[in-house]
């Protein structure tokens, strides 16, 4: 919310916020401190198929989180064409690189804020780019995290080790 001050002030940009939880409160009462209302909605706990049509309505994603380590939300919402802001932390950072997203590091709040505030400028402030890094990020799913691929994958793990397992035991018979 801090980070989002400045992008509410300069652009016309409406943050939305999905989910409950402890900070819920916390949040609305920083909200309201800010002078963000106007700015900031709350959507509460959605299912996945409103939580999807509103990641397919959105035109950036930002996961500022340390504790969302896995951020497999990240990989949803590169499959439906969005640009992600994250921190470089866990699977946010192994799953987006330069062409499809911006990862925030974490290096200390006031440098954490400025860098989150400088990334949803740069995104609020470039239709173009938001386009490209979202098409780059639908491809990036579908070259990198594909189930189909990721089968593919794991079976020429599978294979590869089979195989090598056979010609080591073949050299040990021989050997004997």
Not at 26 to 39: F, G, P, R
Not at 68 to 90: D, Q, R, S, Y
Not at 148 to 162: L, Q
Request: hydrophobic share 45%.
């Amino acid at each position: 919310l801090e980070a989002f001050q400045r992008v509410a002030i300069e652009t016309s940009s409406i943050l939305e916020i999905i989910g409950d939880g402890v900070l819920r409160q916390a949040l609305e009462a920083q909200t309201a401190h800010l002078k963000l209302s106007n700015s900031v909605m709350f959507s509460g706990w959605l299912s996945q198929p409103p939580c999807a049509a509103k990641l397919r309505q959105a035109d950036v994603m930002v996961l500022p989180s340390l504790r969302e380590c896995g951020g497999a939300v990240v990989l949803e919402a590169m499959a439906v064409g969005l640009p992600v802001i994250a921190t470089n932390w866990g699977g946010p950072a192994d799953y987006l690189n330069s062409t499809c997203g911006i990862l925030v590091e974490p290096s200390s709040k006031e440098a954490f804020i400025n860098q989150l505030t400088d990334a949803m400028l740069k995104l609020a402030n470039s239709a173009n780019l938001r386009h490209e890094m979202g098409c780059a990020g639908q491809e990036r799913v579908r070259q990198h995290f594909d189930w189909e691929r990721k089968v593919d994958e794991i079976m020429e793990v599978y294979s590869g080790a089979a195989g090598k397992s056979i010609q080591k035991e073949a050299i040990v018979s021989t050997a004997t």
